[in-house]
Nanobody, 115 residues
Framework: QVHLVESGGGLVQPGGSLRLSCAAS????????VGWYRQAPGKQRELVAS???????NYADSVKGRFTISKDSAKNTVYLQMSSLKPEDTADYYC?????????WGQGTQVTISS
C-alpha cells in the first residue's frame, strides 16, 4: 500500500507560480510512474505531466514550457513546478502514483488562478 499526501495548492494571480508536492510513503520499491492530473469544474480529469522511473517526462501541450515535473527519489516525493499560471490552470490537482503497476491517487489539492 502506498499513501500519498499532496500539498502546495492555493490562490495566486495570473502569471504567478506554485509548486505542488506529492509525498509517498509505504511500500515504495522505486519502480514507478508518477503523474499529475487536474480536473476543472465540469471537465474531465486530464494528465498534466508525468515522470517515469528513469526520469523521462511528459507534458500536456497546454503546460509545456510553463510546468516542470521532477522527483526526489530519496524523499519519495514528486514535484510540479508551475509558472506563468493562467486562469485556465484553475483546477483540483491530483497525484497518481503507479508503483509496480498498482495505481494510487492522492486526495487532491486546489489551485486557483485569479486576480
Amino acid at each position: 500500500q502506498v499513501h500519498l499526501v499532496e500539498s502546495g495548492g492555493g490562490l495566486v494571480q495570473p502569471g504567478g507560480s506554485l509548486r505542488l508536492s506529492c509525498a509517498a510513503s509505504g511500500k515504495i520499491f522505486g519502480i514507478n510512474v508518477v503523474g499529475w492530473y487536474r480536473q476543472a469544474p465540469g471537465k474531465q480529469r486530464e494528465l498534466v505531466a508525468s515522470i517515469s522511473t528513469g526520469g523521462d517526462t511528459n507534458y500536456a501541450d497546454s503546460v509545456k514550457g510553463r510546468f516542470t515535473i521532477s522527483k526526489d527519489s530519496a524523499k519519495n516525493t514528486v514535484y510540479l513546478q508551475m509558472s506563468s499560471l493562467k486562469p485556465e490552470d484553475t483546477a483540483d490537482y491530483y497525484c497518481r502514483w503507479t508503483e509496480v503497476g498498482v495505481d494510487y491517487w492522492g486526495q487532491g489539492t486546489q489551485v486557483t488562478i485569479s486576480s
